[in-house]
């Protein structure tokens, strides 16, 4: 029971609709999160890892069906078909409904519901939105726990006010008395994850994973906050967040945008390798921004943890994210060591002689395969990262300086280009493309646009997505706007060789955009944007050869032509929605790059 009446009615409601054996409501404590592990345990769902090499943490198995978010199940359920727009799978609000009734009727037998009260954001920050999950799943209460405030307090601060309902179901109910219950239920026929954005409704049926079932996060603070952001006159971004300090202690802070997979989380917590530099984390998923009465963007980081991509992860590749996870961390499809922690790959040069895969299989280094799933995850406490910023929950937020667009892409993209403008950065970010990653079910590595990186978190139509951006730079005093950067780590050489180092390497790009943010940094324009001029990217101390450095900044005029069709083709799906300032852009971009091809 709470003080929120609209509250207490739809649990009631939604109890009499699953019909769970007894309703909990979360408080939050952390002797509630030890009696989560605890059911975990006695289920099987999740295994002790050894108090002395991974304290108080816990490995957990899914069930081979249920391993990543899944897009084609992903709804939008507007009133109007054409809010989703042709990015989004669209569904009838009220025939979606009608589906998920009889789904959802009786869908808790046998189960508990607990009821999770978080807030996306420092609690009481004016940034921060509150929302309830139901949800049967006591892995998502422990996971809602380490990902986002819950409980208690939060329930304090929203009175009687407006909450994001969330009501989530693994979807296998436990009809007979004393029926077994498998070590990770979930519904291997029906997955539906659903959203409602005008009655700010999420409803997702029959997966236990990551994004498909911590309601805060894709599905409330990307999906149905970038639907509130759209109407309030903010950002919801699926952006990382880092604050970045000079060697004269200036400290500035970047939010960057990069599709699933793609190194938020090392970006966010790098070691930059160029002397006197310090990086800060404040995120590494998701950005709210909203403008500060100094006209300024300021970003909160609206989560309260970390669910990162484990295999790659290594002291070599990211050393804060492997402090960050010592302990209290939910470990879930990496393998397990006989001694009871657990590994994957690339976490150590040489792999253990023996390990349990993800699929509970014995396994060798002779096996030929992998051991961990490549969508395995680490879900651990924000605050255990080693570089936390000190202002990582402050609830005015910090002030960003500059955004950065970025993928994975093979060809064609260079290291790093600034904007020319506000609304270039936005066509910047409307053409990002990257190669798929095991984030989401389906093929890996196909070529795919992503405008923003957010393809799949988009609430509502793709081409008033743009238009939103359009419109924030347009209110702005332009001067008070961040800068606008596209970057891409992963161009590759003929020898199909990655051109660049990455990891903490890429603390020379940050510094590089830092200094054009404060007016010293030296840039050329092309004609797709500004450029490091010759000597303003600091590579002192780096291996790269020269030769190799051409390529990775190289602006590519042929294969920039060759790409605009494919552009067009992908502007051509928004219709008349495609804002006008996109199209100038277009066709400004095409007349740069054949007057540069007309001079060579
Ligand atoms: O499964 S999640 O959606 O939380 C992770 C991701 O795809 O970014
Ligand atoms: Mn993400």
């Given at each position: 029971m709470s003080k929120n009446k609209q509250l207490d009615a739809w649990v009631s409601e939604m109890a009499t609709m699953c019909q769970p054996d007894a309703v909990v409501w979360c408080d939050g404590s952390s002797a509630e999160y030890d009696r989560m592990l605890h059911v975990m345990e006695q289920s099987g769902t999740a295994i002790r890892l050894d108090e002395g090499k991974r304290p108080h943490s816990i490995y957990v198995r899914s069930d081979p069906a249920d391993v990543a978010r899944v897009e084609e199940f992903t709804f939008i359920c507007s009133m109007s078909k054409d809010d989703a727009g042709p990015t989004n799978n669209w569904k009838d609000p009220a025939e979606t409904k009608a589906i998920l009734t009889p789904l959802f009727t009786g869908c808790m037998k046998g189960r508990t519901l607990y009821v999770i009260p978080y807030s996306m954001g420092p609690i009481g920050s004016p940034i921060a939105k509150i929302g309830v999950e139901l949800t049967d799943s006591p892995y998502v209460v422990a996971s809602m726990h380490i990902m986002a405030r819950v409980g208690t307090k939060v329930l304090d601060v929203l009175g009687e006010g407006e909450f994001v309902r969330g009501l989530h179901s693994v979807g296998a109910p436990l009809e007979k008395d004393g029926q077994p219950d498998t070590p990770w239920p979930c519904n291997a026929k029906t997955k539906y994850i659903c959203h409602f954005p005008e009655t700010r409704e999420i409803m997702s049926y029959g997966s236990g994973y990551g994004g498909n079932a911590l309601l805060g996060k894709k599905c409330h603070a990307l999906r149905i906050a970038s639907v509130q952001a759209r109407d309030e006159g903010w950002l919801a971004e699926h952006m990382l967040i880092l604050g970045i300090t000079n060697p004269e202690g200036v400290k500035k802070y970047i939010a960057a945008a990069f599709p699933s997979a793609c190194g938020k989380t090392n970006l966010a917590m790098l070691q930059p390798t160029v002397p006197g530099w310090k990086i800060e984390t404040i995120g590494d998923d998701i950005a709210w921004m909203k403008f500060g009465a100094d006209g300024h963007l300021y970003a909160i980081?609206?989560?309260?943890?970390f669910f990162g991509v484990a295999p790659g992860t290594s002291l070599k590749s990211n050393f804060n994210a492997m402090k960050a996870i010592e302990r209290n961390t939910i470990f879930t499809n990496c393998a397990l060591t006989p001694d009871r922690d657990i590994w994957w790959e690339e976490m150590t040069d040489t792999p253990p002689a023996e390990l349990t895969d993800w699929l509970r299989r014995p396994w060798t280094p002779a096996s030929g395969r992998k051991t961990a799933h490549p969508n395995a995850r680490f879900c651990a406490p924000a605050s255990q990262c080693p570089v936390i910023s000190r202002e990582w929950e402050d609830p005015k937020g910090v002030r960003i300086d500059a955004i950065l667009f970025g993928g994975r892409r093979a060809t064609v993209v260079p290291l790093v280009n600034e904007a020319l403008s506000w609304q270039h950065g936005t066509f910047l970010g409307s053409i990002m493309s990257s190669e798929t990653t095991a984030a989401a079910a389906g093929a890996v590595g196909a070529l795919r646009f992503d405008p923003f990186a957010m393809l799949p978190f988009c609430g509502y139509h793709m081409g008033d997505y743009f238009g939103h951006w359009l419109k924030i730079g347009a209110k702005a005093d332009p001067a008070r706007l961040p800068r606008l950067f596209n970057v891409n780590w992963f161009r590759k050489g003929a020898d199909g060789k990655f051109l660049w180092p990455g990891y903490g390497e890429n603390s020379r790009v940050l510094k590089w955009v830092f200094e054009r943010v404060a007016g010293t940094g030296k840039a050329v324009d092309t004609p797709i944007g500004r450029l490091p001029a010759p000597g303003s990217l600091d590579l002192a101390g780096l291996s790269v050869p020269p030769s190799a450095m051409d390529q990775v900044l190289k602006v590519d005029i042929e294969a920039w032509l060759a790409e605009l069709p494919a552009v067009r083709a992908h502007y051509e799906k928004f219709g008349d929605k495609l804002p006008q300032g996109l199209k100038d852009e277009l066709a400004a971009l095409e007349k740069r790059l054949q007057g540069a091809g007309a001079k060579v």
């Open positions: 980081n609206p989560e309260f943890g």
